[in-house]
């Protein structure tokens, strides 16, 4: 058990060290504590107490890993609304782009710019992400025409 509860504590860190633990809810938090709590009583000769909420945290974070592949394929499944003008118009402008763009021209100048706004580079992610959504709707409204 000792094992165990190395490998649990090698998982908090690694969630802790790779940004995943800020991106979790606050079921998620007490799932990986009651986990990290179970592995220590189970550690310490307590398998009674630490198993039910060992075997308790794996199933809840097994049932997670599910529900979010289902909710991935339901959105790939759902089809995109035609894209309106004037939105075409407003990312064209935003990356700066000729109504002739092609997709090589789109993809290039989103390089160019996300380069210079990304949050890594000291811009913000809001300004990041509509530069994300304009490549996408003129990359979709490419593939339409």
């Not at 504590?9 to 079921?27: D, E, Y």
């Not at 307590?46 to 909420?53: E, F, H, S």
């Not at 993809?107 to 990041?128: F, M, N, W, Y």
């Amino acid at each position: 058990m000792g094992l165990l509860t190395l490998l649990i504590a090698a998982l908090a860190i690694w969630l802790i060290w790779t940004g995943k633990l800020q991106r979790m809810t606050a079921k998620d938090g007490m799932a990986l504590g009651a986990a990290l709590v179970g592995a220590v009583l189970a550690a310490k000769g307590k398998p009674v107490i630490g198993a039910p909420l060992l075997i308790g945290a794996a199933l809840f974070f097994a049932k997670q890993g599910n529900m979010k592949a289902k909710v991935k394929a339901r959105k790939r499944a759902v089809p995109s609304a035609p894209a309106r003008a004037d939105d075409v118009a407003k990312a064209r402008a935003l990356l700066g782009l000729a109504p002739d763009a092609d997709a090589k021209a789109i993809r290039a100048a989103h390089r160019r710019l996300i380069a210079s706004v990304h949050p890594d580079k000291g811009g913000t992610e809001a300004l990041a992400a509509q530069i994300n959504a304009a490549r996408d709707l003129l990359l979709a409204e490419q593939k339409q025409r």
